[in-house]
């Protein structure tokens, strides 16, 4: 079985400011585990993805994310918000076949 | 590459009545997959076709629910009769294998009201 928790529904932070979107899995085999993000009216988009090579990923628009296998996490983390950064972003997980179990989403706003 | 692409956009029906959804994936793409994403909640998978086989579907109330995927491309997925909690965004999304790892495409939804 597998599992995700975004720990925060909603995270605010200032443009310019560092972003930290909360993510805990739960799985029974080595997983791959993903961030995508979804903007207002479009579709998912990957933003990064963890296939167990290196355990900090660096993706797009400036984002990275470290696997943490002893604190069964997968944070992910920009050093400065931009206000085109708002939307809602899901951190999935994937130990199996090629099913995807999504967490509940954490939707970032960004303040100028 | 053209992405995955589905119609209609917008779609509202009464309680009861049925409805399709449409869906062609990034060509070459032998795995599709339908998500429902009830708002506030992240997808769910319904459906998981290899070329025109099912490989899950698990999750799909097959009293109401249907799903096909003829000659390996394209797909269309149904719901009769519709109920309100149907209410949702349909997504579909293909991917070029289904090893552990492989990318998932998603199209930008079907936004579905039942009144």
């Known amino acids: 079985a597998q599992s995700v928790t975004q720990l925060d529904s909603h995270v605010s932070v200032s443009e310019g400011t560092p972003v930290l979107l909360r993510c805990n899995y739960s799985s029974s085999y080595s997983p791959s585990l993903f961030w995508y993000v979804q903007h207002p009216n479009k579709g998912l988009q990957l933003l990064l993805k963890y296939t167990s090579a290196a355990t900090l990923v660096k993706g797009i628009n400036g984002f990275e994310a470290e696997f943490k296998k002893s604190e069964t996490s997968f944070h992910l983390t920009k050093p400065s918000a931009h206000m085109s950064d708002a939307a809602e972003y899901f951190c999935?997980?994937?130990?199996?076949?090629?099913?995807?179990?999504f967490g509940k989403g954490t939707m970032l706003l960004v303040s100028p | 590459e053209a992405g995955v692409a589905q119609s209609p956009r917008y779609k509202i029906i009464e309680k009861r009545q049925s409805v399709a959804f449409w869906c062609n994936p990034i060509?070459?793409?032998?795995?599709l997959y339908w998500y429902q994403q009830i708002l506030g909640q992240g997808p769910k998978l319904l459906i998981q076709f290899q070329n025109n086989g099912v490989v899950d579907d698990s999750q799909l109330p097959k009293d109401r629910f249907s799903a096909e995927r003829l000659k390996g491309v394209d797909s269309t997925l149904k719901i009769q009769p519709a109920k309100l909690e149907d209410s949702a965004v349909y997504l579909c999304?293909?991917?070029?294998?289904?090893?552990?790892?492989?990318?998932?495409?998603f199209g930008p939804g079907t936004r579905l009201t039942v009144t």
């Open positions: 060509s070459g793409h032998a795995t």
């Open positions: 999304a293909s991917s070029a294998g289904t090893i552990n790892g492989y990318e998932q495409y």
């Open positions: 999935v997980v994937n130990s199996g076949y090629s099913t995807l179990t």
